[in-house]
């Protein structure tokens, strides 16, 4: 269960009934706050993995951000593309929970992303 302090995000026990359980063994699932998230974002521009993961996790569990599949799906894509494993699942499992639509958006997002801070 994610502590007590954070107040928003899906507990771990809430995402083991959405997705795939085995996901969530090793997974890093401390809170994410603001100054985190801001942190994860200048790493990312680096193209750090781990920060570009973190994003996906804060995006696709609504930590210090709203949840928002199509931002989380492209950071996971990101993390992916620099070697993450536990990236590549979990992007899996949110493509699972969007459209065709929003699966493009979130890798023409990558893209955008990747022209800039390549």
């Given amino acids: 269960m994610l502590p007590a302090a954070c107040k928003t995000g899906l507990a771990v026990d809430e995402l083991s ?3 795939d359980p085995a996901l969530l063994q090793g997974a890093d699932m401390a809170c994410i ?5 801001a942190q994860f974002e200048r790493e ?11 994003l996906g996790l804060a995006y696709s569990t609504g930590q210090g951000v709203d949840v928002d599949y199509i931002a989380a799906h492209k950071w996971f894509n990101l993390a992916a593309m620099k070697g993450s494993e536990i990236a590549k699942n979990w ?9 065709s639509n929003q699966i493009a958006e979130a890798q023409r997002l990558a893209r955008e992303w990747l022209s800039v801070f390549r």
């Fill in 91 to 99: 992007r899996a499992q949110i493509s699972r929970e969007m459209n």
């Fill in 33 to 37: 706050d603001i100054d985190s998230l």
């Fill in 44 to 54: 990312a521009k680096s193209g750090r993995p781990e920060a570009l993961y973190n």
């Fill in 17 to 19: 009934r959405r997705w």
